[in-house]
């Protein structure tokens, strides 16, 4: 029994109609992207006027002073640099293992399964939250005061999550024959990784590790918490000094209501973004360079 | 076959396998650690302050006045300071970023997406207190030639930078979600002679929506959680205003200047900090596992 | 008689980036019969659909040269809307894809963009009826159509194309998804609408296509090698890579 085709209906498709509600609807998205990207271009623009004149071999390497014109960022540079050292040291050893022992030794249950929820929300907690715990027990429980290893200690928890979950995708993209190889050979489990796995998976791990030191040079919020807006005028020699960085000489001349200090601040802007795009960088073409 | 213990190996070895395997777990544990550490920090710090404070004074008073006589510890002034700049910047945010994110994904072509998804990548990378600068810098003055009589400090200002600084995240994970409805669904609407707007907006935005959702939740909880822009923009006045010209202050906003003016351990004040970061805590972790569980469902729905 | 033509390429050909996919293809889809493409998989029989309806204008890549005639009218021509194409050639795909709306709303869907002007209800109705799946879903029409079986949701996707009024319906590879019992439904429903509609189908299984078609077209590496009534292609093929595909001894 054929019940026959529906015919018959009017349409009425008002096809112009619609395919000018098409075109409006696309300039539309068009001005949404026109925005992001103008948005961009401005703060660089508007950066690199501000900032590009300020930048002098003086402003290099002098300490921060009263006088903006004899102001420069020479303790925020080392202060930095110790900071990115330090949170190196700490986190990739730490952010590695952590992803080895989920990757290549932790047993599926649930304590595993609780391991890796828990990491992926500390990756999203408030990097106000983790300055609120390093100057509870770094600064003040563990008496470091305001130094640099307290403030490396703080940022290392906060990048901790970002290197292991760089690190496990990585481990987890070296093909298992290469693991089954080694093991065909009378290879330990720790000499299978050391050897094999981790030399495959190193472009990854390098290359999430400096992302996510880029992000802990950048990041102000977590040592404003821990007390390291502070005039520092000399250089920090050991890990127990006290410490500026550029993200916080960045704040402290932006909060200066005399103009002269925002040329400074922008200056320091332009080093800032010009060493954290270098890494960004650098990240990239590791993983380019390496990924087959 | 990964976990397996292959080969034989002498006793020396197996000593310094197993010492291997104890000292990678007790870094897998730290994460643990440090979320216990965050918890504890928050709670104990908080019973202090709420045996001071009695948690409906705290979560329903309207005055927040931690250091001046008389004192009072209401903290719905910063919750309204947070929550409006929060929804002005969502209020730029979302409807730009979901509008690139459709022009991106149904849209665009090949070229245009290399130059856009860069730039928002970039965008998404630089340092808050960039963004910071970039408020205080060049929007406040703007505002303040446009509409006389705002302030040096206002949370427009903070909202419209804000709005701009979350704009790439939004932006990207719609996007994703755009991108993982099937191109199948596509083809059917065009199939019955929809056009490509009609497609993007009736097909793919409703069957994307739970990952866009996911996207906008998790852009406004960095909005809650943004501290160095609505520092530096917002100011620090506590206040039940609606009014986005005026100067308002933010949870974090209210930690930063605590945390800056050397409160003794122990002392009233240095609790506050705690107990507004208890609260952020809360807020932006409820907002997180809402995302990351319509995330997990749109994923589902397209297997 | 020769039938009335409702579609014929001229030259057609199509390449995608450098590729070529099909070259220089011209027949006629006669009004109100049957035709299966059939070929090789990379034969170029699904693209050859998609020119029909304009599909390939999805895929950047695409360039269609040569013409392609609906009712006399070049279907590339300058100012042709692919839109009011598509609702006058409808298609189904060859997974089943439903939207994941309601049964009801997947077919309201293609009445409320092109402006249907009577009953929605009545002709949801009436659609699903012609595509033999009314009384199965008549009760639940505000259900899911992802909740459907795979046959049901290929017979609703069958609807919903019939709803908005096609004169040609296109068919690639209806049932590869769908298991035997399906598939016999699938075919049964065909036979149905061939009165009603010319029907395009591409189909790799040669059973069906000899079950269900009135002509049949072999395309090989994008040529199309022979095309002639269903019969008398699988009984007496001219061409010999047409009768070492249909015998098997290519595939």
């Known amino acids: 029994m054929s019940p026959g085709a529906p015919r018959g209906g009017r349409f009425d498709t008002r096809l112009e109609a619609r395919r000018r509600a098409g075109i409006r609807f696309m300039w539309l998205c068009r001005l949404a992207v026109a925005f992001g990207v103008a948005s961009l271009v401005v703060l660089l623009v508007s950066l690199a006027a501000d900032g590009l004149p300020a930048l002098s071999f003086e402003f290099l390497t002098s300490y921060p002073s009263r006088f903006p014109e004899r102001a420069g960022i020479r303790s925020a540079i080392l202060g930095s640099a110790w900071m990115l050292a330090l949170v190196a040291v700490m986190s990739f050893p730490l952010g590695v293992g952590a992803a080895l022992y989920l990757e290549e030794y932790a047993p599926t249950n649930r304590f595993t399964t609780l391991l890796k929820t828990n990491i992926a929300n500390l990756a999203s907690v408030p990097s106000i939250v983790y300055g609120i715990l390093g100057l509870a027990v770094f600064v003040r429980f563990l008496a470091l005061e305001r130094s640099l290893l307290a403030g490396a200690a703080t940022l290392s928890l906060l990048v901790l999550p970002i290197v292991n979950i760089a690190a496990r995708e990585a481990i987890r993209a070296v093909p298992d024959s290469l693991r089954e190889a080694a093991y065909a050979l009378g290879a330990t489990r720790w000499q299978a990784i050391r050897h094999h796995v981790l030399p495959a998976a190193m472009p990854g ?47 402290n001349w932006t909060t200066d209501p005399r103009g002269e200090f925002h040329a400074l601040a922008a200056g320091a802007i332009v080093v800032l973004l010009g060493v954290l795009l270098m890494m960004n960088a650098a990240a990239i073409l590791i993983r380019n360079r390496f990924e087959r | 076959m990964r976990k397996s213990e292959p080969g034989s190996a002498s006793r020396h070895t197996r000593v310094g396998e197993r010492l291997i395997g104890a000292l990678l777990f007790a870094s897998g544990a730290l994460s643990i650690v440090a979320t216990v550490g965050i918890v504890v920090v928050l709670l104990t710090e908080s019973l202090g302050f709420f045996a001071e404070v009695s948690p409906v004074e705290f979560l329903a008073g309207t005055r927040w006045s931690p250091d001046l006589v008389p004192r009072s510890f209401g903290i719905l002034p910063l919750v309204n300071g947070t929550f409006l700049v929060a929804a002005g910047a969502a209020l730029i945010a979302l409807p730009v970023g979901l509008a690139t994110a459709i ?10 997406k290399r130059t856009v998804k860069p730039a928002l990548e970039i965008l998404a990378g630089i340092p808050t207190v960039v963004y910071g600068y970039f408020a205080v810098i060049l929007v406040t003055p703007v505002l303040r030639t446009l509409f006389p009589g705002v302030g040096v400090f206002n949370a427009a200002s903070a909202a419209i930078v804000v709005g701009i600084m979350i704009l790439p995240m939004v932006s990207s994970l719609s996007e994703d979600a755009l991108s993982a409805v099937p191109g199948s669904l596509r083809e059917a609407a ?24 996911a996207s906008f939740i998790l852009a406004i909880s960095r909005a809650i959680a943004e501290t160095i822009v609505v520092t530096l923009a917002a100011g620090a006045t506590p206040g039940m ?4 010209l005026q100067s308002v202050q933010t949870m974090t906003a209210y930690i930063v200047q605590v945390s800056l ?32 569980r319509m995330t997990t469902r749109f994923r589902e729905s397209f297997r | 008689m020769a039938p009335e033509a409702v579609l014929e390429t001229v030259g057609l050909g199509v390449r995608y980036g450098e590729t070529r996919v099909i070259e220089d293809i011209s027949l ?18 699904s693209t050859l659909l998609r020119c029909f309806n304009r599909m390939n204008d999805l895929v950047p890549t695409a360039r269609v040269t040569g013409q392609v005639l609906f009712r006399g009218r070049d279907l590339y021509a300058p100012g042709v809307e692919p839109a009011d194409v598509r609702r006058a050639i409808g298609m189904v795909f060859q997974k089943p894809n439903p939207f994941p709306k309601s049964i009801f709303e997947n077919i309201a869907f293609g009445l409320r963009i092109n402006g249907f002007q009577d009953d929605i209800g009545d002709r949801v109705e009436a659609s699903l009826r012609a595509a033999a799946l009314w009384d199965e879903v008549n009760h639940r029409l505000d259900a899911d159509a992802l909740g459907l079986s795979a046959g049901q949701q290929q017979r609703l996707c069958i609807a919903r194309a019939l709803a908005v009024e096609p004169e040609v319906l296109l068919m690639d590879e209806p049932a590869s998804a769908l298991d035997p019992i399906a598939t016999g439904r699938m075919e049964d429903l065909i036979g149905e609408l061939r009165g009603d509609y010319t029907i395009v189908i591409v189909t790799h299984n040669m059973q069906q296509a000899a079950r269900i078609s009135d002509d049949t077209a072999f395309l090989y590496m994008g040529e199309l090698v022979e095309y002639k009534e269903t019969q008398r292609l699988f009984t007496n093929p001219e061409d010999e890579r047409t009768e070492a595909y249909i015998t098997g001894r290519r595939g």
């Not at chain 1, 992000?215 to 000399?234: Q, V």
């Not at chain 2, 002679?193 to 929506?209: K, Q, S, Y």
């Open chain 1, 205 to 251: 791990i390098l290359s999430g590790t400096i992302l996510g030191l880029s992000r802990a040079g950048g990041e102000t919020a977590p040592l404003l918490i821990i007390g390291a807006l502070t005039f520092i005028a000399f250089d920090p020699l050991s890990p127990m000094d006290p410490f500026t960085a550029l993200p916080i000489q960045i704040f």
């Open chain 2, 261 to 292: 003016g050397d409160a003794p351990s122990g002392s009233i004040e240095y609790r506050t900090l705690f107990a507004v970061g208890l609260l952020l805590f809360l807020i932006t972790l409820a907002l997180n596992l809402l995302s990351q």
């Open chain 2, 190 to 213: 065009y199939g019955v002679g929809a056009t490509r707007f009609e497609v993007a907006t009736r097909i793919v935005v409703p069957a994307g929506l739970p990952g866009i959702a």
């Open chain 2, 103 to 112: 022009y991106l994904s149904e849209f665009a072509s090949i070229r245009t």
């Open chain 3, 28 to 45: 006629t889809i006669p009004k109100r019969r049957v035709v299966a493409f059939i070929g090789p998989s990379g034969c170029g029989k």
């Open chain 2, 241 to 244: 205003t609606l009014d986005l």
